[in-house]
């Protein structure tokens, strides 16, 4: 009989699977082993076990009472692993020998795993989670970047500070990707200048086993050993080399382990060598033509673009094409020109570069943007790609982005829902009834519930305030104002994006006197807690950071407005659950769709935010505020000014009197009202398994063999 698994190895096994990662329960577990570690290994199941062998542990459960919850944890995973009656089960059968293969640059499950940078890389980690909880089949296929993005610090001047860390891989939950040969993977691309080669790492994200190339490994150069290090980092060189290897390398990774995908996701463009690379295979296996191969591969293959300008679009030379796609043309039995066109909006015109979404778009039979608008954005800027067409037939549609709300849900607010909403409301997330009765509700225990989180947020910005100033060797006068930095009574507004400029971080710093008034104000003050990180090589972006970072260090801001460095998905997460209002004010239409004011909404907390994005589609007149009147001006500075106005007004004439108007309880009941219609009239809508599910019957069934729909091209 086999050896009675012990609390370690179930702890272990739980750890290295990121399902704990949307448990509370059992990240609660890994909290009470040791909360001052578990804070200082960063959330890292693994790191956390390592400082409690078995019979220290043994010790530590008997003391804290764990024994039951951890064989009841990894009971559950067991069962969640196994379930065999899953929506995917009835509604995905198609992929269940052939699964979706879902390709992404980044992938943000957790701030333990720090192989993201943004928006992009959060929405392909709760696709993935999403996928799992509804059990579709699919792998995910992405790049191990030992070295993630940047860690962010300021320096006394407020200027945006960078810093690298090698990631351990023994330190996080990797295990190597077995072959079909049950050896380590290992892959290799070719050059003009020679091959590059990558081992794989896989990650288990619930029932979804995610793929991470990583080409360090000794058969390579030095400088291809560091090629993956970094996420957005070097030069077009690298960034063609780290594209290849995630589309080109990615395929050849899955087939390595004899995956055979049904469906080809590209989730943006960076992946859409992969592409090629399957038409490749289908020539060679098949005997197709490349014209054959190339209708066969996308008809299988479903792409999703996220930028709404032209210049956010990955763009080659011809030189770096040939140098990385040569030898894989010569296979295609392909010219270098007509290599070229699959690049080029106009394939004749010499002068244009290769673009990798125009690729991904002419090897995908589906596409789609990421919002309604963004959809109507999207098939006006690629209408020139189908001139043949009219705009409204641009075949290009949308599906909008949503959040997992397990990731994203605070524990305290799930408990009020367990109350009120029916047994199963997490497992039918996306149907509207469900969360009807959030109307019965208690007002007060709402409204608790909801400082409670907001407390807590404060408390640890508080915390991280304290540590900045020390790291800049502030005066202690200056310490202590940290420790009393904000109010939990005041109205707090959070801000927390990348500071790209188009998302405009200091559109509420216009005026600094009506500011300093709000800020000031006796009887209905403000706060706003700012965070975010720019890209390396982002000027203006690091300029608007330190323009907030010197406000928050003059008076009367200080204390008020605060700016919180290194944003990750920790520091995301205390923000949405416990701030008053989300603030979001982009430059219409750049915001494909956003997601972190979707995070929010299940939490209670209210969206103020430009009519763009996903916003445009969701504001009703009640469930939040609206920025401006959804209209664009062609002149930048009249939108800019136009839109500043405009949010002065709605904070002066509704969200700040709304908050502060109480009942004889101190309850804001008319605030309340919004924070229960907010959760009725979104939380079923913008959330993931909802886009999961649209994308399943929309793209991958059809993709896979199944239906056709409205979004087939022909
Ligand atoms: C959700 C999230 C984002 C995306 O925010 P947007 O509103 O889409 O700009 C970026 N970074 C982190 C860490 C997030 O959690």
Redesign the pocket.
Known sequence: MARQKTLHDKLRELGGNLWWSWQPEVTQIFRDIDPTLWTDVGHNPVLLLESYPPDALEGRATDAVLHTRINWAYRRWQEYMQATDTWGATHAGVLGQRPTAYFSAEF?LHESLPI????L??LAGDHLKSASDLGIPMVGVGLFYSQGYFNQYLDENGWQQETYTDQKIAKLPLEAALGVDRKPVLIAVDTRGGKIHARVWKVNVGRIPLYLLDTDVPENRDEDRHLTSRLYGGDERTRIRQEIMLGIGGVRALKAMGIQPGVIHMNEGHSAFAGLEVIRERMKEDDLSFDEALRETAAMSSFTTHTPVPAGHDRFNSDLIEEHVGPLRDELGLKPDSLMSLGRVEPPNQNETFCMTVLAFKLCRRANAVSSLHGVVSRRMWANLWPWRSEEEIPIGHITNG?HVASWLAAQMRMLYDRVLPLDWYLRTGQPEVWAPVEHLSPGELWETHQTLKSRLITYARNRLLKQARRRNLPDAALAQMSTALDPRVLTIGF???FAPY?RADLILRDLDVLAGWVTSADRPMQIIFA?KSHPADEPGKQILQRIYRISQEEPFRGRIVFLED???N???HL?QGVDVWL?NPRRPL?A?????Q?VVLNGVLNCSILDGWWAEAYDGSNGFAIGNGRTHVRQEIQDDRDAKSLAHILNTEVIPLFYERDQDDLPQGWIKRMKRAVRTLGWRFNADRMVMDYVRESYVPAAGGLSCSMDQV
Do not use: F
């Not at 769709?593 to 004011?597: A, D, F, N, R």
């Open positions: 943000g993201y940078s943004g928006g890389g959060v959040i927390a994006r990348r998302k975010g944003y990750d998905i520091l995301a997460r949405v979001n915001e769709s956003g997601t972190s004011g995070k």
